[in-house]
């Protein structure tokens, strides 16, 4: 074998994604040589991190239930309750 890693033009590629947490999103991916090319690339999309970190705040506040009134009375245990007979 001459050259291992000559081929022809790629038509697909195959990702194995696995994500920590639910709701990650992956997308906009590119498969180049060229760091100019990945470079342009990345600032054509590039996002400010603090933009994000505020925009996903809100959903998770946006997400919360509506807190409900706790009923407190009844569920104190005192200090006998702590203890199991013997």
Do not use: C, M
Request: hydrophobic share 30%.
């Amino acid at each position: 074998a001459k050259d291992v890693y000559k081929r022809g033009p790629v038509g697909y590629i195959g990702i194995e994604v696995w994500q920590v947490k639910a709701g990650t999103v992956f997308s906009d991916f590119i498969l180049t040589d060229s760091v100019e090319e990945a470079e342009a690339f990345l600032n054509e999309r590039k996002t400010n991190e603090d933009d994000e970190k505020s925009a996903k705040e809100a959903y998770d506040e946006a997400q919360k239930p509506a807190e409900e009134e706790s009923d407190d009375e009844g569920s104190e245990e005192t200090e006998e309750d702590d203890h199991d007979e013997l």
